[in-house]
């Protein structure tokens, strides 16, 4: 029994599930007594608020991904030049149709420690010395931009005066959340996975904690905003506080600029930084384009199904993308099977967790929030169904996107900058005939059209696996029970609401 716990404790999958658990927590417990409490108008606002943090991190430009992929090369051995020359090596080696990691062991293995070590240094470095320049261009943005799109829904409460007080204190409280996610992002790349994650769930159940007791207050939405966002900057001083003692040896190292660093990741950077704003931004960003011309009872219910099936998307995301770190390792010691087989793992356990979310809410959100009271509906169920396949698709595309990138070679501009575009036009075109739906529409084609067939013949190519023998196990299992589980929900839900 010791043996299990200590290597739960110690495992990266389940330290982010109890992270993101903590978080599912916050929303199970918090949302539904604001939904109670407040007005549409101030539901709205607090859930345009809550999505702020997760659209500044969007627009960090690839620098998260690309950092953690820089320092885990590092840690197996490889130098900057190894990396380097990953994603030449990759298409030579898809050109004469031999697996892409064949090469990359023997690159690495010519490198001498010190010099490894040497990269290591130079990307932390890089690491602080970037990170702090773009938050305060990031909160520049936000500041300007956020604040026009959030002055509708704003003016729509009791209090807009308090609203924009609350809006600065997020606004704050954000960019300097971001200028400290530079220590978090060095702790996932160091492979410090889990005890990053295990103080995350301690301090969001504090976190939930100071938010319980002032809605037990009935405190003012001022007040509900700041006991939620103190523990953004909190959890900033924290993550700076494990990197000093769980790597004090790198965490020494001062920040610098390192052209020769900045000039290794920069392609890889803004690759996949305009992808990740062309596709997630795109999203998290439907909720404010609805905000601007839908009524404000609507706005409410779509931010509240967008949210819940963010969070079941990355409560799924765990499986896999806690293993990326250590699959990047192998990536560069060119241990191929391996790699593959802990990939095909975390896939399979990623679907299955997002059926188990999405099907779980399918039947249950109407119910509980009719239980609840609450003053904001769920969307309807179709529109949720196309939520859920949508975001299914996601998955799909991104954790094969995520292995193709292990080479170094990032595509993400395409991928999602297409997917991005297709999301957006579908949306303009469907809305006058379907109003909310087409936001959920437009998503599931634009995944299924380009984004998960590109996504997968790119990382097919490059580890030379048939897609039949490769899937059939793994993502058609789940894909079939979630469209069983939404067919019955269908079913049930009506007759939840008679009982």
Known sequence: MNALLSRLWHSPTFTTWGSLLVRLGGVVLVLPWVLASYSAAEVAVWQLFSS???????????????FTRMLSFARGGATLAAIQAMPRQMQRQQLRG???????????????????????????ALLRWLYPRLGLGVLLVLGVA??????????????PGEAWLAWALVLATTGAGFMGNAYAVALQGMNSIAVLRRWEAAMGLAQIASTLTVLALHGSLLALVASYQVWILLSALRNRMLMRA???AL????AGREPAMLRALWPAAWRSGLGVVMGQGIIQSSGWAYAQIAPVAEVASYLLALRLITMVSQFAQAPFYSKLPHLAELQARGERGQQLALARRGMRAAYWVYVAGAAALAVLAVPLLAMLHSKTAFVPGSVWALMCAAFFVERFGAMHLQLYSLS????????????GCLMLGLALLLYPQLGMAAFALAMLLAYAGFYAIYSVAHSR???????????????????????????????VVPALKVL
């Open 408 to 419: 170094n070679h990032i595509v993400w501009h395409i991928a999602n900058g297409v997917t």
């Open 146 to 159: 956020g604040s026009f799109a959030i002055a509708g829904p704003i003016a729509a409460t009791a209090a």
């Open 461 to 491: 190519r490059a580890f030379q696996f048939n897609l039949w023998s490769f899937e059939r196990g793994i993502s058609l299992p789940p894909a079939l029970a979630l469209l069983a589980a939404l067919g019955c929900a269908r079913l």
């Open 246 to 248: 769980l790597h004090p």
């Open 52 to 66: 702020v943090f997760t659209l500044a991190l969007i627009f960090d430009f690839g620098l998260a991904p690309t």
């Open 251 to 254: 965490a020494a190292v001062p």
């Open 98 to 124: 031999a697996p892409m990691a064949a090469s990359v062991g023997s690159a690495v293995a010519e490198c001498p420690a010190d010099a490894a070590a040497d990269t290591l240094a130079c990307a932390y």
